[in-house]
């Protein structure tokens, strides 16, 4: 599966953005994925938040020309609720999110927050109002303390700590030897998949952003661990204008509104309840998800 954001491969150039301080997620990525066509407009404003009401009106966009990706997307999320997206590989999810991110510029149609386009504002005051939860986290060979910090320049060891009980893996950390100080990577301690996420959702905390874009891993955690961190997923998105990148169709069913893309267009949208009612593309997916989990189950009880 596509990922939102391609592995780091350049990290020596990301190692220098970190060096220099630039200590925002938004900002490391922009070095390795944002084409140099999104440029700040002349004398743009930075973007003024006031409850992060985010919509997409007629959205077109293609990577190359001539190949459409997105196709009159219209989407609207009101402030401090969740849309999560879902549909098959390759549907154009991970590109929604990206284009909220303004990774590109798209092809025609808007995308506002609180009314603003996001294209006549300022590419760092649109990033910094914007958290991002990853697929795969990145860690730096240095401190847990310092990966979570990595979210905010200047945060104070409290709010650290803070953060990683929103995350729930200040146990964790409170049980290693070093405690914040312990180094992670290559040649320190080695963080499981869900782990890793944490880190991910305490950066997130202590940048407190309004707007959140979750993009769920595919790769399989354990039911305890998914459940875990589900918990924590709904910690963080009260209260912040939530977009969803949904694999697994049990971790949304509470979302406020499910978009259904296939082939970069809306073919159903409404609650869950709604989509299974209508019978469509959700409820086949849901169907044949459901077959599988307790294909899983079954085959997890006779190896037991
Ligand atoms: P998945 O569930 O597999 O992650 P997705 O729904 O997130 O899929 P996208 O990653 O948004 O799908 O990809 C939508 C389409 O755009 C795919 O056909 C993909 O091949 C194409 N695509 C994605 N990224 C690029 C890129 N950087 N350049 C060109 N085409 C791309």
Same mark, same amino acid.
């Given at each position: 599966l596509a990922q939102l954001f391609r592995p780091l491969d350049l990290l020596g150039m990301v190692y220098r953005t970190v060096r220099q301080g630039v200590i925002d997620m938004g900002a490391m990525f922009d070095l390795i994925d944002?084409?140099?066509?999104?440029v700040d407009a002349p004398g743009a404003p930075p973007l003024a938040v006031a409850r992060g009401h985010v919509r997409f009106e007629a959205v077109e966009f293609g990577?190359?020309?001539?190949?459409?990706?997105?196709?009159?997307i219209d989407l609207d999320v009101p402030p401090g609720t969740t849309l999560a997206v879902v549909g098959p590989? #390759? =549907?154009g999810k991970s590109t929604l999110a990206r284009l909220l991110y303004r990774f590109y510029d798209i092809g025609s149609g808007r995308i506002t927050i609180d009314g603003q386009d996001?294209?006549?504002?300022t590419q760092d005051s649109l990033r910094a109002a914007i958290g991002i939860v990853p697929q795969d986290t990145v860690l730096f060979n240095d401190t847990i303390g310092y990966n979570i910090a990595?979210?905010?320049? #200047? =945060?104070s060891e409290a709010d650290i700590a803070a953060a990683a009980r929103g995350a729930a893996i200040s146990g964790f950390i409170e049980r290693?030897?070093?405690?914040?100080?312990t180094r992670v990577g290559e040649r320190g301690l080695k963080l499981s998949g869900g782990e890793k996420q944490r880190v991910a959702i305490a950066r997130t905390l202590l940048k407190n952003p309004p707007i959140l874009i979750l993009d769920e891993a595919t790769s399989a955690l354990d039911s305890r661990t998914e459940a875990e961190i589900m918990e924590t997923l709904e910690a963080i998105e009260r209260g912040r204008t939530t977009v969803v990148i949904a694999h697994r169709l049990s971790t949304i069913v509470h979302a406020d509104q499910i978009v259904v893309l296939e082939a970069g267009r809306v073919v159903e949208r409404g609650s869950h309840a709604e989509l299974l009612a209508h019978g469509g593309l959700y409820a086949e997916m849901w169907a044949r998800q459901a077959a599988e989990s307790s294909e899983e189950a079954a085959q997890e009880s006779a190896a037991a």
């Open positions: 944002t084409p140099s066509e999104v990577y190359d020309a001539g190949q459409p990706i997105l196709k009159g590989s #390759g =549907a996001i294209r006549a504002v990595y979210g905010r320049e #200047g =945060a290693q030897p070093e405690g914040y100080a």
